[in-house]
């Protein structure tokens, strides 16, 4: 009788106390920017099929091969026609991606889209999670122009490392040459239309982090150097005294060469150096060099900076140009294509691009050999 009374008693004043507090696992404090327990297992690109040659150029502009090719590495680029769709090249290169890793769309729990040019303005990835069947994923647009990419896989990363989301499909595509005034060969001549991606899925039990080291960095002060303004014009509604925006739009794209090319050449190299320093790497690590597909000079001068040979730099942009969030997956989707990229290969890259916006991650190739 009188345990019963205890135990009334102590039940009486839990009750006034409130429910208990949940039992929590113990935090453990860990560098953020080191080792998460991801493998990145699957990669797939596609492009337009209208081929845009320096030659096609000059047949309209002040401009040659040559003029182009020496100060940029590209000869050619992809670029998308009126009625095609940026959502469905990404999708494209999404569903490669998933057959690739061998992972079911249905399995998929996250689609990020990296681009700055989707079709609808309020986003495509949802677009492309149902053309590649993702039946059971979130999906969401991440904005960061040409470092969109960078910024999705270590994103993506991110929620599979929390254990929010078992498999991610990160997709970076763009279609810039619908915002470049075609008559600014200082810009025009720059950019292509692509879409690459890949799967990021938790790391096999006993297996070692994937994403071995990242950091990411902006400066808005730069912003000004790279951009995409938008347009509009006012209309005032009737007698209300209230002038409102129309006719919104946005380009052509306006860039200050030499400024962007001298803040690539200090950062990239800087941005990679910090992400080998969270991964406990140095660049002798590195069996490959994946840089946004920008310029080939800045490509030059980044892998000297950082004392890497330019054989083990992955180009793609000589038929591509700058795919914006597009470049890296597609750079490296051809390479793995071409069996230069192997299985547990040292993978640094780095984006960067208008914001200005910089980072870099350093991964481990988990997915399949060439195909």
Aim: glycine share 10%; aromatic share 6%.
């Amino acid at each position: 009788m009188q345990a019963l009374l205890a135990a009334l008693i102590c039940a009486a004043a839990q009750a006034l106390r409130g429910p208990a507090a949940p039992v929590r696992a113990p935090h453990v404090l860990r560098a953020t920017r080191s080792a998460l327990g991801v493998a990145v297992s699957g990669s797939g690109s596609a492009r337009p099929t209208a081929r845009l040659s320096n030659d096609d150029l000059a047949t309209f502009m002040d401009t040659t091969d040559e003029w182009i090719s020496q100060r940029t590495g590209i000869r050619a680029r992809r670029v998308l026609s009126p009625d095609e769709s940026l959502a469905q090249l990404s999708a494209d290169a999404g569903t490669k991606a998933l057959e690739s890793a061998g992972v079911d769309p249905e399995d998929v729990g996250l689609v990020i889209l990296a681009t700055s040019s989707p079709d609808d303005l309020f986003g495509d990835a949802t677009a492309v999670a149902k053309a590649c069947g993702c039946a059971n994923a979130v999906a969401f647009d991440l904005t960061a122009a040409c470092s969109g990419f960078l910024f999705s896989l270590v994103t993506a990363a991110q929620f599979v490392e929390s254990g929010a989301y078992d498999k991610v499909l990160v997709v970076g595509s763009d279609a810039l040459s619908r915002w470049v005034d075609w008559e600014d060969r200082g810009v025009c001549i720059l950019f292509g239309d692509g879409a690459g991606a890949v799967v990021v899925e938790g790391a096999a039990e006993g297996a070692a982090s994937g994403l071995l080291g990242w950091a990411m960095h902006s400066d808005g002060k730069g912003r000004c150097d790279l951009s995409c303004e938008g347009t509009r014009s006012a209309r005032p509604l009737a007698e209300t005294g209230i002038v409102v925006a129309e006719e919104s739009a946005y380009g052509p794209i306006a860039m200050n060469g030499n400024k962007v090319y001298v803040f690539a050449t200090k950062r990239v190299p800087e941005v990679i150096l910090e992400a080998l320093d969270h991964a406990g790497l140095g660049v002798d690590d590195v069996d490959w060099l994946l840089l946004h597909q920008a310029n080939v000079r800045i490509m030059e001068a980044a892998a000297k900076r950082l004392g890497i040979p330019m054989d083990k730099v992955l180009v793609s942009l000589d038929e591509c140009g700058n795919t914006s969030a597009g470049s890296i997956p597609i750079a490296l989707d051809d390479a793995i294509g071409q069996g230069k990229v192997q299985r547990g290969d040292v993978v640094a890259c780095a984006g960067f691009g208008a914001g200005l916006s910089w980072g870099a991650a350093i991964f481990k190739w988990a997915g399949p050999q060439a195909h």
